[in-house]
């Protein structure tokens, strides 16, 4: 039994529903209308709606790849602040549900008060409008097209795209591969475009072919590194930019196993500066995004909706850009018989 089958018996909406259960303030016919429900269905509503009378709050967490190097600092910023305000994590992987959509779902029918929406479900408009239709703010972590209705924690994934393709334009380097990431996440897009405005600002030429399919995966960075390497050596680029870390380290993988050196011979660029970035030889140039403190912001943000809201207080829409920091290692070198420009 779940508030899609109490809204249905009441004909109301599952927002409805959800705002009577949590005690929120609704139209009193409606009210009505839905504890009538609840009585004749026997709905027992979970301990969600005691907590929202008490004051405390659970917050929805899901995450989509448990071998994710972001998701250790993710899970730390989270659990540290949802300390210091008092709320409660309801951890739910994606990968349990034969559809994501079912992760979002099983939250809502949770009763939890807020749910933070990681890739690549911060990009999904149905996960965004399931929990709109329910009365529950939503917050969007690491997207690139944040909505005007939600809350969201991201950077400036264009930027740290463009800067970090300067640097390699700056050593020298004029024929540049590009790993896109998956294309359902837009920051894999943001990043795409930010590499691309860098190379045009150069007047550099980008040939189609230096532009390789990733899915954010190591095996696909491996797939992808093949691709650009397994050439003759004069046919090689003289620098790979890879859209994450996980795909770079792949890349620098390939390579090593074909005795090309890095970056003597090919200079390779990530982003993130995920765990991996560090624990690679040579460590990893890539772009620095804060996930501990952008985890600890996002439950932050939509804590203090929370309380705004139930203050019958405006609660606030924030899109909160955190800074990026280039991080330049041993794995970008100039590019051989050039001078850094």
């Known amino acids: 039994m ?28 409606l009210r009505v209308k839905v504890e009538a429900a609840i009585k004749e269905l026997n709905y027992v509503p979970n301990v969600a709606a005691r907590a929202a009378r008490s004051g405390s709050m659970r917050l929805g967490v899901l995450f989509s790849n448990p071998r994710s190097s972001n998701l250790g600092d993710f899970l730390m910023g989270a659990f540290q602040q949802s300390g210091r305000e008092g709320s409660q994590l309801v951890i739910e992987p994606v990968a349990a549900h034969p559809n ?23 990009d999904s408009l149905e996960a965004l409008d399931i929990v709109w239709q329910a009365g529950i703010p939503a917050l969007s972590f690491s997207t690139a097209d944040p909505r005007s209705h939600s809350s969201a924690v991201l950077i400036d994934d264009f930027e740290g795209a463009r800067a970090i393709t300067r640097h390699l334009i700056g050593l020298g380097h004029r024929d540049i591969a590009f790993i896109r990431g998956d294309p359902k996440h837009s920051p894999a897009l943001r990043r795409e475009e930010g590499f691309r405005a860098a190379l045009a600002e150069a007047r550099l030429t980008l040939d ?36 994450n870390d996980d795909m770079a380290a792949a890349v620098a993988a390939v390579a090593l196993g074909m005795g ?4 003597g011979e090919l200079s390779i660029a990530g982003f993130d500066d995920t765990p991996i970035a560090s624990l690679m030889w040579p460590q990893l140039t890539t772009v620095h995004q804060p996930i501990t403190e952008m985890a600890s912001r996002a439950v932050e943000i939509i804590t203090d909706y929370l309380r705004r809201r139930r203050g019958a207080k405006e609660p606030t829409v924030t899109h909160h850009v955190a800074p990026f920091e280039l991080m330049l290692r041993d794995s970008t070198g100039p590019v051989r018989s050039a001078t850094p420009a």
């Not at 994501?100 to 911060?122: H, M, N, Q, S, T």
């Not at 072919?209 to 650009?228: E, I, K, N, P």
């Not at 397994?230 to 003289?238: G, I, L, Q, S, Y």
């Open 2 to 29: 779940t508030v899609h089958d109490v809204a249905r018996h009441a004909g109301v909406s599952s927002m409805t529903v959800s705002r009577v259960v949590n005690g929120t303030k609704v139209r009193e016919a």
């Open 100 to 122: 994501a959509i079912d992760a979002v779902r099983k939250l809502v029918d949770a009763g939890v008060d807020g749910i933070i929406l990681p890739p690549p479900l911060c």
């Open 260 to 263: 090309i050196k890095i970056p």
């Open 208 to 243: 189609p072919s230096r532009v390789v399919q990733g899915m954010f995966t190591y095996r696909s960075g491996l797939d992808a590194g093949r691709h650009l390497l397994d050439v003759e050596p004069d046919a090689r680029p003289t620098a790979i930019f890879a859209s």
